[in-house]
Structure formats: C-alpha cells, structure tokens
C-alpha cells in the first residue's frame, strides 16, 4: 500500500469523510444526469436546474457543515440538498410528484427542502433565499445558538436588490452566515462578464465591510479551506463572509436550452477541470484512494440512483384531497 | 374599563406579549428611539433594548426576508413597514417566500410573523403614501389578512396575528391612530375570521372595513332618523373571511352596500360581493349588490380632490338609499 | 296558423289553475265548443272548450299541474303545423290587465322612466329576492308590475301580487305551524313588524283551518288583527262559501232538568266540577251524531268525508274573539268526563293555554248562548264541519200536553247545515231525533 500522504484539508475532514465526499459528488452527478434523462424522456414534468459540474462547492461547504447549521439554496440545488444530508430515494420521488418527496409532491425541483436537516429550502426566485439566510442567522444571534447558515446563490442573483439588502444587513449585525456566490459563468444565457462590472463577485463584499474571497469552484479541497475559515469567522461572531466560487454548468440553465449563448469549445474547456476527476486524482496522489476502489464507488452510486428511481416510481400519488393541505398552520 | 387609542392598543398588544415571549421581537425601519414613523412603538426600544426592537436600513425587502427566514427557523418576528404602500418592495418575500414556504414544503416549517403597516389616505400624503392595498395580499393563499377598525379590535386581533403561526398581514389605518375605545388592560385575543356586527339593522346591509366602518355608522345613524334600518358588519379579517356573519344578514335585509377605501376596481369588495352573490343570499337579494370604493386614480395631494377620492358619509347615504330605490 | 290554447282565467282571483284532465289526445281533432280540458280553480272545477277548431297539435302541462292564468297549455291547428317544442312564455300584457288594474295607478309614478319589467327579449328584470318568492307561490313573474328602477320587479311586488305577505315568523310559530300544515303566509302577525308569533297561529288554526287565502276577502277592508282577525276571516270564509240552511226546533227540557238536579251532586263528587246543561246537550249531541253520520261530516275541497270520530266543538266566547275547543270522542265519554273535559278545555280556552290539537279536530259545533236571553238564532258553521248547534235560553212557556196546557222549561235547537252537504230531510231528521232524546234522555241509557 502507497503512503498516505496528509492532504491540506481542514482539521475536521477525516480520511473517511474525504472518500464519503468523493462519494457524494458521484451521487450529486448521477443523480441530477438521471433526472436529465428523464426529462428528455418526458418522464418527469415541469423544469429542472441541473448542477452537473458544480458538484465540488455543494460538496465542498457542506462538508464544514454539522446537522445543525442551515443551508438556503437555489433553483438550482439538487447537489446543495444531497450535500446537506438529503437522500436520492426521496429527492428523486419528489421529482416524481409522489408523496413520499421531501415536500410530499407539492414542491418539485425547485422548492426540495428538508427543514429537519437545516435545508432551509431550494428557491424558484433568483436572490430569494439570501434574505431568508439573514432571517435564520438572525435567529442564531438572537437564541444565542451556535449554528452558522450558508446560503447559496449564483452570478445572477448578485444583482439582485435583495443580496445587497441581505449582505448589508447581516454585515451591520454581524451574524452568522456564509454567502457562497456560485458564479458557474451565466445567469441563464447572460454571461457574468456582461452582466457584471468587476472581474470578481467576491468583491462586493468590500462595499459592505466583510471579507470577500475568490475561489476555484471546481476544486473541492479549496472550496473547504475557504469555507472552514469562514464558518469559523461566524461561529465566532466576526460576522458574515462572501464566497465566490469559480465554476461552470456543464448543461443548459433548464431543460431545453439550446447554449447559443456560448461555444461548445468553452464547454469542453471547463469539462477538462471536471471536479470529480480532479478530486479522484488528489485523493489517488494522496494514496486514499485507488483507482479500483474509484470505479467501484462509481458503480455504487449508480445503482443507488437506480434504487431511488425505482422507489419513487413504486411510491403512491398524491389525491386531489391533498390539495388543500398544508397551506395554512 | 379604561379608554386608549388604537396606536396605544397596537402598542400595547406588542409589548405585552414580548414581556411574556422572547421569541417575540419587532423589526422595521425607525423604529428605534425615533418610535416609528407613527410613534406606535415609542418607548419600546427602552423598555425592550434594540436586540428586541431592532432598527433596521431601509432595505424593505431584506428585512422582510430577515423576518421570515428567523420565523422559520424559530422566532416570532413583527415587521412594521412605514407605509403598507412599501409592501410592493417587500412583495417577493411576501408573496413568494413567506406565503408558500410551509405548503412548497409539503407541510414542514411554519412561518409566524406579522407584518404590520398602516395604510389609508387622509393625511395630505399623496399617491405613495396613502394607498390601501390590502386586496393584493388577500389573493394569496397562505397569507392572512387583518384590518382592525376600533383600538379594542386592534389589540385583540394583534394579539390573534402574533399567536398565528401563519404570516399575517396586520393593516393599520392612520388616520384611527387616534381614536379611542375601551380596552381591557388584560391580554386577550379574538380569533381570526371573525366578523363583529357594529350596529344591528333591518333593511340594508353594510359591509364596511377599517375606517369605513366609523363612516358606515354615521351614515347608519342619519339614514335611522329617515326610518332606515341598517345593519353595519366590519369582517375584520379579511384573510379568512367570516362568510357565515355576512351571508346570515344579507339573507336577513336582502339589500346590501359594501364598502372600503381601496381603489373599487379589483378591490376586495368584489370578493364579498361575488362570495354573497354565490351564496344562499342570492335567493334574498332585492337590489343590486352595491360596491363602493376610491376612485380609479393615484390618491391626489389637493385635500378636497383626495377626500373625493374616497367613499364619504353621504356616499355610503346614497348607496343605501339606492338600493331601496329611494335615491 | 296554429293557435293557443290558454289556462282562462275565471275569477278575478284566479291565479293559477290545476288541470284535471286533458279530454284530446294530441293529434285528435276537436270542434269549436267541445270540451278540451278541465281544471280545477280555487273555487270550483270547469270544462274548458275549444275556441277553435283543428286538431290538437300540442299538449304542454301534465294532469295535476298548476298552470298561471294565461299560460300557453297547448295548441291547436292543421295536422302538421310547427309548434314550439315547449311552452311560451307567458304574455304579460294580456295577464296584466284585469289583475293588477287597480295598482297600475300607484306604480306609474313609481316606476319613473315607464318601462315594462319585461326587456325585449322577453325576459323579466326582476331580482333574486322576487324570483325566489314567485317561485315558492308558484307564480308568474311575468304578470307582475315591478316597481324598481327600468320596472325592475322586487321582492314586495310580488308579495303584493301574490296577496301573500312575507313571512316573518319565530320558531316557535313556524314549528307549530309545520306540525300542523298551516300555511305561515295566511297567518297575521302581532309582533313587532308584523311578526307571527306562537298565539298568531294557535288564533289561525282555530279560526280558520282551510287554505282559502285573504285575497278571497273581498270588501273586507278594515284592519283586523290576531284572533280577531281569524274569527273574521272564519266568519267570512264560512257565510260565502258555506249556503247555510238553519232549522228550529222547540225542546221541552223537564226531564233533562231532573237529570241534571240528580247528577248534579254526583258530577260534582267525581269531578269537582258542576253538570251543566251544555254537557248534558253535548252527550245527547254526540250520542244522536251517531245515528247521523252525514250530520257528523267534514266537506273537504270536493269531497265529503263521513268522520270516524264525533269530537264535539265548544264554541267558547274569549277577550276579542271566539274559540273552538275541540272535545274528542265526546260520543264515548260519560257525563261526568264531558263535564271535566269541557270546564278545562273552557278555562284553557280564556287563559289562551289551548294547544293546536285541543283546537282542532272537531267535526260537530256547539255553541250554547243559553245563559242570555236568547231564544234561537241562526249559527254560522265552522268549516270544514258541515252543521252547527245553536242552543238558546231555557224558559218556562204555556206548552199543550196531552190535550192541556202546561208551563214547562222550553228550549229552543237552531241547527245550521251546509247544504251542499247535507239536504233538509236528514238534518231534520237529526233534529227531530235529538229532540227527541232530550225530552226523553234516559232513552240514552238503553
């Protein structure tokens, strides 16, 4: 057996917890290629926001993350929730429509959460969950509690009014929460370098006194290291922090986008820094991890993905009396 | 029983239930050792610190996101807004967070917060100041929606809304800040989505909400003295709606005026006269549903144009008599 | 070109009629003045003719429906000819005239810009107020004048077309009238706003116990209120559908007196109260029903019904009005039950204690004015009973017996009967006999 070399991670992520991590980016993909096929299949309705690509910053912040601590994500979110602790079988049932979903059929794609787990909810409008991460950050100030919330957004949702009302307001009463700007290079079909008049996201943070740091995206050993720093900084009441992750959506922003808006060169560019690939090569490098053992993770995760599918479609649909349900307490 | 004012029975209602729950705070704009754009929660900053009545930026949106994002997770927020004409930038996390997280989320997570704000016109503020809005929210499932009249009703519904662990939206009319009624000092509650009878009639019905309610009276008073028998129902909540109270009178007279200071044009009157026409009211009814509300423009600055603008004593007078086919 | 067949108004009350029978089939030919159909009005059944002659194309209504006046029923033409598949609607203007001629001068200045209730279409502007009391009268809108704005029809103009008035009543009274099929739309209202209350239907249902409605009060114009107004409304109903016939007949009341003077004391004993001479006329009446059964009958729409039961009705004078207790079975009742049963019933009738069944049920009446100086009298019938007792004063008279002449206590008997029910012959024939049993009354014993 190689010599295992110690990877320059955060003191909380064991060796085991790297290979659950490299684990995990299997099921993000997986899961969210099997809901593209389904999709073109027209098996599933509605829409879909697909993160094939960007499974290192899900991965990556989570990993930092206790049961506690709360996550607000965006439409775009399928890796953010398995990230945090959700299970494909469910996930994939709601996709489903079925009532054994995380929000029993009612919520799709877009609206997984998993309030038990500190998944404070994916979100269908752009910048919508930033304010709400300030509310659950408000709320640990307030309760004296410990836990930190991270809330996800990208590119696009920086230019929204309510990131800066959100950034501004948990910046004057120091809570703690991490915003973490997944910038995967465009908001729908707007590229960031038209949309935005700074090279780096990461510096908006200087308008409102907080720290702001640029990170590889792909690169889930560094997505770790900044966020470690960062939830230490909210745990210990120095206030939020402003991560920007450099990263890129391998698919289209929905189900059906034709990509005009970029080269197919780009695209392949961005394939070769695959994070997973990247990830296998670090933990290989480091001796955790074989090449074999790699590709029976791989084939693991796979069949995992086949059982959530089959659970979702053996689950029972919704009845016309569950209309009604659940929209008052 | 002692007399306070509506502000003071708005105020009153928050500081009691905040001395009793800690998860009870209030958020908003100038709220501090300013007291509110109002001077509703005067005092409160010193009695409560300003963890507890937190002095916000002007970031309506963030705040209202704040605010849900801490009841979700645990608080009971009260997020005052200066003016419910601002609730259009605090809309999203309204209408799109706040309102659907619980059913979005097949049941998990509740939101309990109150958003309160005054609304009305009558105080020279012109067109984004003065407007009453409240039919916008009322569309949306998942919101309730309040609109005392009296300074008892305020503090009784006040405390209702913060007892919700729904969000409701709690709308305060300016110019009833000073009015006075009589209100325990004790703590109580009554419940949502129930209608109070303001005045007991025979011929004509008059649904009235906040300050047309005062207005529905005194017209009711003068049609008396013509041996007119109007019958004055303030639902007080509109979000949910006491149907039966409503549909019970109206049965009874078989005439009925609705009417509220918003714009009449896609105002919630049209929800109460829809919801009468389709009941068994219908079969009562002996006149044309009469609606009335502000006129189909910006609320003018000019005094004269901007009491035009809305429903008046002897508006509500020639209604009434309209449907008897006295006019 | 194929013509109408119409529901003909016959009265100027008639608002509706029932059909009887049809007596063409469609597709049979009918001759001007042959018998068409026959309905039923509130008053009286008829024959309809045809006004014109051809075949029966079209037959709209079903035997036992109720038809407005003026409602196309059918049509008659040449074999073949297009009709509607179903009922025109009913021309306003040919129902309005007679009906509400008296009203047109009123609601003319009402109805400001003159226009009809009914638009172009021919639909009627009325409002769901007015169209839910029109339906539940079974009435037609058409024929009404509305009084609101562009002649719009409202809910206190049907009311005044259909004669009814709005019922406003208290639980009470609506519980009491639903158990006892009252209809609350005849019965006066005491309370505030006119408001019918529990004693306003126990004075309806002893005043009245038909269904004649108070439009039928023709000339009867002055404001009468609660029992008052029933006993008028009885009275009124009585005298002019009722053709009363009235026979006298003289009683010598020796041995009835001597009864009475015997059983006085052992009444009294049993019972606590006194034998009075009605109680003793009552059995004599209850005993002589028996063998006239067509004297103890009810007439009931077009039918006479011969009751099982003889249940004696005591007319009973009260504060403003009069009271019809009803004494069940009095036929099988001995003196002394008939004396307790009567005293009660009389007390309950001044206290207004009555319930609805002690007031009703009665199928003979017997009012005794015996304690004035009355001698006979011509007593008014309590439908839908067919005769009455009228019983006068007892008064000591040189009578001739056996060829002499005695004082002896005389009595005289007034009996009332409806004579469409009942001829001379055996009305006189009950007199006679009840005559004769009171001069003889331990001929009941036997």
């Known amino acids: 057996m190689a010599e295992v070399k110690k990877l320059n991670v955060p003191e909380k992520i064991t060796d085991d917890k790297l290979i659950d991590l490299y684990k995990q980016m299997w099921q993000i993909r997986f899961f969210d290629e099997k809901v593209d096929e389904f999709f073109a299949k027209g098996m599933i309705h509605g829409t879909t926001h697909l993160a094939v690509g960007q499974e290192a910053s899900a991965a990556g912040v989570c990993a930092l993350l206790d049961v506690e601590d709360k996550i607000t994500s965006t439409h775009r979110g399928h890796g953010h929730c398995i990230a945090k602790g959700a299970t494909a079988d469910r996930m994939m049932a709601e996709l489903f429509g079925r009532t054994t979903g995380y929000c029993k059929g009612k919520g799709g794609s877009m609206h997984i959460a998993d309030v038990d787990m500190g998944n404070l909810g994916a979100n269908g409008i752009v910048a919508g969950g930033i304010p709400l991460a300030v509310g659950s950050a408000l709320t640990a100030q307030m309760k004296k509690k410990d836990y930190v919330t991270v809330c996800f957004f990208g590119d696009g949702a920086s230019n929204e009014g309510s990131f800066h009302e959100a950034v501004n307001l948990a910046s004057i009463w120091k809570l703690p929460v991490i915003f973490v700007c997944e910038n995967n290079q465009y908001g729908m079909s707007g590229p960031v370098t038209e949309m935005v008049n700074v090279e780096n996201i990461a510096t908006r943070s200087e308008a409102y006194g907080i720290p702001g740091v640029v990170a590889d995206g792909n690169d889930i050993v560094e997505m770790m290291n900044v966020t470690d720093e960062a939830v230490q900084r909210a745990r210990n009441g120095e206030g939020p922090t402003l991560i920007e992750a450099k990263t890129y959506r391998w698919k289209g922003h929905s189900k059906s986008d034709a990509k005009k808006y970029r080269t197919r060169e780009e695209e392949k560019e961005w394939r070769q820094k695959d994070p997973i690939k990247r990830f296998k090569e670090v933990l290989v490098e480091a001796g955790l991890l074989t090449e074999e053992k790699a590709e029976e993770i791989r084939l693991e995760v796979k069949k995992e993905i086949e059982d959530a599918v089959k659970f979702a479609e053996e689950s029972p649909m919704p009845t016309a009396d569950d209309l009604l349900t659940d929209v008052y307490a | ?327 | 070109m194929a013509k109408e067949v119409f529901m003909p108004k016959l009265s100027s009350t008639m608002a509706v009629g029932t059909l009887l029978q049809w007596f063409k089939e469609e597709g049979e030919t009918v001759e001007v003045g042959e018998p068409l159909f026959e309905i039923m009005t509130d008053k009286i059944n008829i024959e309809v003719e045809s006004y014109e002659e051809g075949v029966l194309l079209k037959r709209y209504y079903e035997v036992d429906e109720e038809i407005p006046v003026n409602a196309v029923i059918g049509y008659v033409g040449e074999a073949g000819e297009e009709v509607p598949e179903k009922a025109p609607a009913v021309d306003a203007e040919a129902n309005a005239d007679e009906e509400v001629e008296t009203e047109v001068v009123e609601t003319q200045s009402t109805q400001k810009d003159g226009a009809s209730a009914q638009t172009e279409d021919g639909k009627v502007r009325a409002t769901p107020a007015a169209r839910r009391v029109a339906r539940e009268n079974e009435f037609d809108l058409a024929s009404v004048v509305g009084t609101g704005p562009k002649g719009r029809i409202h809910e206190q103009d049907v009311v005044e077309a259909v004669g009814a008035n709005k019922v406003f009543a208290t639980p009470l009274a609506e519980k009491i009238a639903n158990e006892n099929g009252v209809d609350l739309r005849e019965v006066t209202g005491t309370g505030s706003r006119g408001k019918i209350e529990k004693a306003d239907v126990l004075a309806y249902m002893n005043g009245s116990s038909s269904s004649k409605k108070a439009e039928e009060l023709e000339g009867e114009r002055v404001k009468l209120k609660g029992l008052r107004k029933a006993v008028a409304d009885k009275m009124v109903e009585s005298t002019r559908s009722i053709p009363h016939v009235t026979l006298t007949s003289e009683v010598d009341m020796t041995k009835v007196i001597e009864l009475r003077k015997a059983l006085l004391p052992v009444v009294e004993a049993q019972t606590g109260y006194r034998l009075s001479f009605t109680e003793v006329i009552m059995k004599t009446v209850a005993h002589t029903l028996g063998n006239h059964p067509k004297v103890n009958a009810s007439l009931v729409g077009d039918e006479i019904i011969m009751n099982k039961d003889v249940n004696i009705g005591l007319a009973v004078a009260v504060e403003n009005g009069l009271i019809v207790p009803s004494v069940k079975q009095a036929n099988k009742k001995g003196l002394a039950a008939l004396t307790e049963v009567s005293k009660t019933l009389g007390a309950k009738a001044r206290e207004n204690k009555l319930t609805p069944d002690e007031m009703s049920g009665s199928t003979f009446t017997i009012s005794n004015l015996g304690m004035y100086a009355i001698d006979g009298f011509t007593p008014i019938i309590n439908p839908p009973e067919t005769a009455i007792l009228g019983v006068g004063r007892i008064v000591e008279k040189p009578v001739v017996v056996d060829g002499s002449v005695e004082v002896r206590p005389m009595m005289v008997l007034s009996l009332s009967f409806d004579h469409r029910a009942i001829d001379g012959a055996p009305a006189a024939a009950f007199l006679t006999e009840l005559k004769e049993s009171l001069e003889d009354p331990y001929s009941l014993l036997v």
């Open chain 2, 1 to 327: 029983m002692r007399e306070i004012t509506y502000l003071e029975a708005v105020r009153e209602a928050m500081s009691q239930e905040m001395r009793k729950n800690d998860d009870v705070y209030i958020l908003g704009e100038d709220i501090g050792v300013y007291g509110g754009a109002f001077g509703v929660t005067r005092g409160m900053i010193e009695e409560f610190g300003p963890e507890r009545v937190r002095n916000t930026p002007i970031s309506e949106s963030g705040i209202a996101g704040a605010a849900v994002g801490s009841a979700l997770t645990g608080m009971r927020p009260i997020l005052e807004l200066q003016f419910s004409d601002f609730i259009t930038i605090a809309m999203d996390q309204m209408v799109n967070q706040a309102a659907k997280i619980r059913y979005m989320y097949g049941g998990k997570g509740k939101v309990p917060m109150v958003l309160r704000t005054p609304s009305g016109s009558g105080t020279g503020a012109a067109a984004q100041h003065s407007q009453s809005l409240e039919a916008w929210v009322t569309h949306i499932p998942g919101l309730k929606v309040v609109q005392p009249s009296t300074a008892y009703d305020a503090k009784g519904l006040l405390k209702a809304a913060m007892d919700d662990d729904n969000p409701v939206i709690f709308y305060e009319h300016k110019l009833l800040y000073k009015t006075s009624s009589d209100v325990p000092e004790e703590q109580y509650s009554l419940p949502l989505g129930k209608a109070d009878v303001k005045r007991e009639g025979s011929d004509v019905t008059i649904v009235a909400t906040a300050i047309m309610v005062h207005r529905a009276q005194e017209a009711a008073e003068e049609l008396e003295k013509e041996g007119i028998s109007v019958e004055v129902i303030d639902p007080r909540t509109l979000v949910p709606l006491d149907e039966e109270t409503i549909v019970k009178s109206v049965s009874k007279t078989g005439r009925v005026v609705v009417v509220h200071e918003a714009v009449k044009r896609g105002g919630y009157g049209g929800e109460i006269a829809s919801m009468i026409a389709e009941s068994e009211a219908f079969d009562y009814l002996d006149a044309p549903i009469k609606r009335l509300g502000g006129a189909p423009s910006p609320i003018p600055y000019n005094p004269e144009l901007e009491k035009s603008h809305v429903p008046q004593v002897p508006d509500i007078i020639q209604a009434v008599k309209e449907t008897l086919n006295k006019a």
